[in-house]
């Protein structure tokens, strides 16, 4: 009986063996055929009747964005034969709207190729629905239509999530713009926005553009993938009580409109041969480390040029030293600070100076030139220094004298004495030291000493103490006259605008400061909004002194863009909010 099982069971091998022995296939789908541009497309790639294979190839396309998501496989058994296959899964995200075309693929299937076929694919504009009707949109906006090559532009994309919808794993894709320089600038809080009578959140990313060309250029779609949370069937769990929900993420993507924007070429007429392509309102400003110096030591020329861009796009102009004079230039210092929707760069340019020769050299002439959009005229700004005093080096002013040689001038080495202490020769300096009275109050001296020391160290601290409070409270008193002291050289002047922000923001630091009892100018903002708000300042009040602190901020990192006006705002401005404290600090 045994040789019969045994053959009935080869028999049944043979027969699965037959049953599974078809030709190999390669197949595409897709899970669709027609979509818009936020759409994802599933594709497959099914390989049957194989037990191995290699892992497509997909050729690159323009037409779509192609993600692998991984690979199953699954066997079946159906009438007695095996069907064995390997599923390869894809992602695609359309790239243009049209007739897209997704490409053949190749794989290798027991040592030979096998090829799918194209499949086309209808791609339409996002949904014409309303915004305000969907659960998710985004918009695009640019701060100008028109602008000029390397003048900051903010690009602003805010995504709309409505309340209800249950979205997750938002991540946020630039756009790829050729022809522009992209920086992200300050993150934006989220808000609630009411549109078209619904609740949405808002997600806002900003960031500065910089055209780096002239012509009609376009920004691309901004786009935002993200899931979002579907709730799916109950899985009853009846005979314990309880149930659960089996929830599932669907992906989504949502893509901004493109927008264009003219960039204008820069005019001819009047460009200055040293313009090399800034734009808005730079300022300038150079100092000497020692404008006057011995020859052959050294002093370093800092040459500092900030305005609203990137500090990297600042470049060192041309300087002509005079002869007897070498130089040695150090790297750039860049620093871009953000402030709101704005960007400043500032660039510090270093040069060692040294002179070989002593002599009155005057120093050439610094200037930085730049476009300014708002006049569409050329603009400069100079910076000037004194004339650099070089007196002799030690080797150019060692003389001898009468000629002798230095080794010459010097005098013989003469006994004064034989010590400074009388030397006793004889036996009588031997004598016994017996204890007289001046030993006796040398003695009472020093045990009364340390307690008459004692007791006037702690009436000083005591006094001390005192002292010092007595001068904290002085100090407080004085804040206010001392500000306007301060603040007297700025009334109804207007005069370089470095000095007056620095002094400005000198009188203000000194101000809280003073009230504080502390250094003002070691006090950063959020400190000093603590301090006010400790001290019973009313809110609106640390609003304006918070909003004023900004404005100076600002103002540091491009001072030459301060006109008289400017001044003279921002001067009455700092009074009447510094005039709010001392009336609720009292």
Known sequence: MTWIRNVGFAVVLLLLGIGSAHAAEFLASLDKTQGTLEDYFQLTL???????????????????????????????WING????????????????????????????IDGEQYQSQEIQVQVFKPSQVPAAQRPAFIQSTLSAERAYPNQQLVYTVEVFIQREFQATDLRFEPPVATGFHLEDLDEVPVVRRVVGGRTFEVHTIRMALYPLKSGTLTIPPATVHGAEVVQGRNMGLGNFGFSLLNTQKKPF??????????????????????????????????????????????TTLHLVISGPGRAEAIRRPELEFPDHIKTYEDQPIYQNNSSGDKIFGQTDFSVALVPSQPGTYSLPEMRVTFFNPQTQSYESQTATLPSLQ??????QSLNTVGGETPSAQKSKVQQLGEDLLPIHRDLAALRNQSFDTNSAVFVA??????????????????????????ADKIRRSQAWSRFQKEM???????????????????AL???????????????????????????????????????????????????????GDDQTRLYETTRQIVEQLEAQLK
């Open 509 to 563: 630091q000194g101000y809280i400061g003073d009230k504080a009892i502390r250094t003002g100018e070691a006090l950063t903002a959020p400190e000093m909004e603590l301090w006010l708000k400790e001290h019973q300042v009313r809110e609106e009040t640390i609003a304006q002194f918070n909003e004023l602190l900004s404005q100076c901020e600002m103002a540091q990192y491009a001072a030459g863009a301060l006109s």
């Open 488 to 506: 007297l050289p700025l009334k109804n002047q207007t005069g370089d605008p470095v000095v007056f922000i620095k002094t400005l923001m000198t």
């Open 46 to 76: 099914t390989v049957k009747g194989a037990t191995g294979s290699s892992v497509p190839e997909i050729p690159a396309s323009d037409d779509f964005q192609i993600n692998y998501r991984g690979q199953s496989t699954q066997m079946q």
């Open 253 to 298: 993507r949502l893509l901004s409109d493109p927008v264009q924007v003219e960039v204008q070429s820069f005019p001819s007429q009047g460009r200055p041969a040293d313009f090399y392509g800034l734009v808005g309102k730079y300022a300038i400003r150079a100092e000497l480390s020692q404008p006057s110096l011995p020859a052959g030591d050294s």
């Open 445 to 470: 001296i020093a045990f009364v000493a340390p307690m008459l020391l004692f007791g006037f160290g702690g009436f000083w601290r005591w006094r001390s103490a005192h002292s010092v409070a007595n």
């Open 81 to 108: 034969q095996s069907n064995h296959q390997i599923v390869f899964n894809y992602v695609l995200s359309p790239k243009r709207e049209g007739l897209l075309q997704v490409p053949s693929t190749t794989v290798t």
């Open 390 to 395: 070089v007196t002799p080096g030690e080797s």
